[in-house]
T-cell receptor, first 116, second 115 residues
Framework: KNQVEQSPQSLIILEGKNCTLQ??????????LRWYKQDTGRGPVSLTI???SENTKSNGRYTATLDADTKQSSLHITASQLSDSASYIC???????????????WGLGTSLAVNP | DTEVTQTPKHLVMGMTNKKSLKCEQH?????MYWYKQKAKKPPELMFV???????INESVPSRFSPECPNSSLLNLHLHALQPEDSALYLC??????????????FGPGTRLTVL
């Protein structure tokens, strides 16, 4: 069964600190993996998209890594800011061989709170 | 213009009302999507429009009726909703169809409450 699991479920850090969020997936075949940031009551905003051939991708203070062999990804946030408080969602796209059922597979997200 | 807009931001309606949610994008995207999101859950795909034609309906009840008047607009008509339909309704668009490959840009959502 195609699944995306994220950990931790929630995280509290102090402003200025770094943190790393984890994503494990069992989606096969695999096309790409995305990280979204979603503020409460708002739409998700894309942070990174990585295909199987990409190991790392950065977007400002956000750096995502992908290990397609172990089916793991991480999102590292550097020098956190209060505005980083949000839910971070890992989303996996099945590959072409998945046929018609190529819906995005969403994780449940990690809820991050950055405190002053 | 690189955003997806949605109106209204908030909507409260009774179970006998008829209302519509609106979504607009001017990025030249040819695929548009409706999602429903409950609290602390990921978005659930409802409908996909590809080149202004309905291509995917994820077995959504008929009290939800989508419409794509042109390539920039997407509506969701609501009628006889139930309280359990209360949720955040998200619109998204992507350059071309093929959900698996194309980055989706989401609107801010409409918070719907059904009394």
């Amino acid at each position: 069964k195609n699944q995306v699991e994220q950990s931790p479920q929630s995280l509290i850090i102090l402003e200025g600190k770094n943190c790393t969020l984890q994503c494990n997936y069992t989606v096969s075949p695999f096309s790409n993996l995305r990280w979204y940031k979603q503020d409460t009551g708002r739409g998700p905003v894309s942070l990174t998209i990585m295909t199987f051939s990409e190991n790392t991708k950065s977007n400002g203070r956000y750096t995502a890594t992908l290990d397609a062999d172990t089916k793991q990804s991480s999102l590292h946030i550097t020098a956190s800011q209060l505005s980083d408080s949000a839910s971070y969602i890992c989303v996996v796209s099945p590959g072409a061989l998945a046929g018609n059922n190529r819906k995005l597979i969403w994780g449940l997200g990690t809820s991050l709170a950055v405190n002053p | 213009d690189t955003e997806v807009t949605q109106t209204p931001k908030h909507l409260v309606m009774g179970m006998t009302n008829k209302k519509s949610l609106k979504c607009e994008q001017h990025m030249g995207h040819r695929a548009m999507y409706w999602y429903k999101q409950k609290a602390k859950k990921p978005p659930e795909l409802m409908f996909v429009y590809s080149y202004e034609k309905l291509s995917i309906n994820e077995s959504v009840p008929s009290r939800f009726s989508p419409e794509c008047p042109n390539s920039s607009l997407l509506n969701l008509h609501l009628h006889a909703l139930q309280p359990e339909d209360s949720a955040l309704y998200l619109c998204a668009s992507s350059l071309s169809p093929g959900q698996a490959y194309n980055e989706q840009f989401f609107g801010p959502g409409t918070r719907l409450t059904v009394l």
